[in-house]
C-alpha cells in the first residue's frame, strides 16, 4: 500500500506540472500581445504625426504607414495566439480539477478504506491472540508468585556455596621468624609462605612477597586440561563432571560397537541384507573411540583420586594446624644473619616450583564481587627485553614497553609492575630500566 500511495501522489503531481506549464505558456502569450498592441498603437501615431508634418517627405510617410500596418498585424496575430492559450488553459483546468484530481482522490480513498479494513482485521487477530495467550500469562504469573513465596535464602546459600566453593583449607598463623639467627632456624609448618615438606620457601613472582587476598582482584589464569588452575574443591567437580562425560560417550559407543557386530551377524547369515565388509571401517572406528575414551576415563580417575586426596589433606592439616601452637623461635648468633638471608634468597629463587608448593593452602579469590582500591604507581620503568611470563604471578612485557612500578625488587630479583591496558604481575628486575618517582 505505501507502493500505491506513492505512485497515486506521482500521479497526482504531474497532472499538476503539466496544467502549471499551460499557465505559463499562457502568461508568456499574454505579455506578448500586451507588447505588441503597445508597439502598434506607437507606430499608429507616429504614421499620423509625420503624415501632418509638412516638412516631412512622402518616403518617411510611407515607411512610418507600412510600419503602423506591420506592427499592427503582429498584434492581430499576438491576439489569436492568447486567445487560443487561453481556451487550451481553460479546457486544461477543467479536465485536471473536473477529471483527474477526483480520479487519483478516489484512487486514494478506496486505497485507505482498503487499509483500514486490513488494520480492523489485524486488530481482531491480534485480541484474538491476546486472549488465548491471557490465560497463559496468568498461569506464568501465577507461577512466579508461588516461587517468589518459595524463595529460602539460607538454602539458596548453602547451594551457592556447595558450588563454589574452593576447598582450601584456612591458612594457620604466620610464626615469628629469626633473622639474627638463621642457621639454627626451623621452617615452620603452619607459614602461608613455607611448604609442608620442610624446603626453604619459595622466593619467587606472586610466592612469598604477596599474599592472595579473598577480596582481591582476580588475575587471570592458564585454563588446564586437569584444571590445576581452580581451587581444589572446584578441580574434584570439574574432574568429576568430565569423568562422567568421558563415562556415557564410553558406554556410547560401546553400545554402537555391539549393535554393528550384531548387524554384521546378519548379514553374513542373511547375504542379500546387506555386505559384513561395509561395517569394517564403521566397526574400527568404534574401536578406536573406544580405546582413546578409556584412556581419558583413566587419566580423570587419576586426577580425580589426587584432587580427592589433596581436599582431603588440606582438611586435616588445617585442624591440625589451628589445634597446635606455633613453635617458639630459635636463637643463633647475630652476626651470621646477613649471610643466611642472603643464602636463603638465593636457595629459594634458584628453586623450581614443586607439587607440594603448588598444593599449599592459600586463601581463594571471590569474582571480583568486592574490587579492592587500585594502589598508585611508585616509579616508572621501561622494559629492555621481551618477557613471556608465563609462570604463576608473572606478566608479559614487550621491548620497549613503558609500564608502572608497583613494587621494588625486595632482594629476590623480581618486580611487580603494571600495564597500561591494565594487568599486574612480576617481571625480572634485570629487564627493566626503572625511575623511581
Same mark, same amino acid.
Given at each position: 500500500m505505501k507502493q500505491e500511495r506513492k505512485m497515486h501522489f506521482q500521479e497526482g503531481r504531474r497532472a499538476q506540472q503539466q496544467l502549471e506549464n499551460g499557465f505559463k505558456q499562457l502568461e508568456n502569450s499574454k505579455r506578448k500581445f500586451e507588447?505588441?498592441?503597445r508597439e502598434a498603437e506607437k507606430a499608429a501615431q507616429t504614421a499620423e504625426r509625420l503624415d501632418q508634418d509638412i516638412n516631412a517627405t512622402k518616403?518617411?510617410?510611407?515607411?512610418?504607414?507600412?510600419?503602423?500596418?506591420?506592427?499592427?498585424?503582429?498584434?492581430?496575430?499576438?491576439?489569436?495566439?492568447?486567445?487560443?492559450?487561453?481556451?487550451?488553459?481553460?479546457r486544461d483546468q477543467a479536465h485536471f480539477y473536473f477529471s483527474q484530481m477526483p480520479q487519483i482522490f478516489d484512487k486514494l480513498q478506496d486505497m485507505d478504506e482498503r487499509r483500514a479494513t486490513r488494520l480492523g482485521a489485524g486488530y481482531g487477530l491480534? /485480541?484474538?491472540?491476546?486472549?488465548?495467550?491471557?490465560p497463559i500469562i496468568a498461569k506464568c504469573l501465577e507461577g512466579m508468585k508461588v516461587a517468589a513465596n518459595a524463595v529460602d535464602p539460607k538454602n539458596d546459600s548453602h547451594v551457592l556455596i556447595e558450588l563454589h566453593k574452593s576447598g582450601f583449607a584456612r591458612p594457620g598463623d604466620v610464626e615469628f621468624e629469626d633473622f639474627s639467627q638463621p642457621m639454627n632456624r626451623a621452617p615452620s609448618d603452619s607459614s602461608l609462605g613455607t611448604p609442608s615438606d620442610g624446603r626453604p620457601e619459595l622466593r619467587g613472582p606472586g610466592r612469598s612477597r604477596t599474599k592472595r587476598w579473598p577480596f582481591g582482584k582476580k588475575n587471570k589464569t592458564v585454563v588446564t586440561e586437569d584444571f590445576s588452575h581452580l581451587p581444589p574443591e572446584q578441580q574434584r567437580k570439574r574432574l568429576q563432571q568430565q569423568l562422567e562425560e568421558r563415562s556415557r560417550e564410553l558406554q556410547k559407543e560401546v553400545d554402537q560397537r555391539e549393535a554393528l557386530k550384531k548387524m554384521k551377524d546378519v548379514y553374513e547369515k542373511t547375504p542379500q541384507m546387506g555386505d559384513p565388509a561395509s561395517l569394517e571401517p564403521q566397526i574400527a572406528e568404534t574401536l578406536s573411540n573406544i580405546e582413546r575414551l578409556k584412556l581419558e576415563v583413566r587419566k580423570y580417575e587419576a586426577w580425580l583420586a589426587e584432587a580427592e586426596s589433596r581436599v582431603l589433606s588440606n582438611r586435616g592439616d588445617s585442624l591440625s594446624r589451628h589445634a597446635r601452637p606455633p613453635d617458639p623461635?630459635?636463637?643463633?648468633?647475630?652476626? /651470621?644473619?646477613s649471610n643466611s638471608a642472603s643464602q636463603d634468597t638465593k636457595e629459594s629463587s634458584e628453586e623450581p616450583p614443586s607439587e607440594e608448593?603448588?598444593?599449599?593452602?592459600?586463601y581463594t579469590e571471590f569474582e571480583e564481587d568486592f574490587e579492592e582500591e587500585p594502589t598508585s604507581p611508585i616509579g616508572h620503568c621501561v622494559a629492555i627485553y621481551h618477557f613471556e611470563g608465563s609462570s604463576e604471578g608473572t606478566i608479559s612485557m614487550a621491548e620497549g614497553e613503558d609500564l608502572s612500578l608497583m613494587e621494588e625488587d625486595k632482594g629476590d630479583g623480581w618486580t611487580r609492575v603494571r600495564r597500561k591496558e591494565g594487568g599486574e604481575g612480576y617481571v625480572p628486575t634485570s629487564y627493566l630500566r626503572v625511575t623511581l618517582n
Open positions: 507588447r505588441d498592441c518616403a518617411d510617410v510611407e515607411k512610418a504607414k507600412q510600419q503602423a500596418h506591420l506592427r499592427s498585424h503582429m498584434a492581430e496575430e499576438s491576439k489569436n495566439e492568447y486567445a487560443a492559450q487561453l481556451q487550451r488553459f481553460n491480534l /485480541s484474538e491472540a491476546e486472549l488465548e495467550v491471557v623461635p630459635a636463637s643463633a648468633p647475630p652476626d /651470621s644473619s608448593s603448588q598444593d599449599t593452602p592459600i
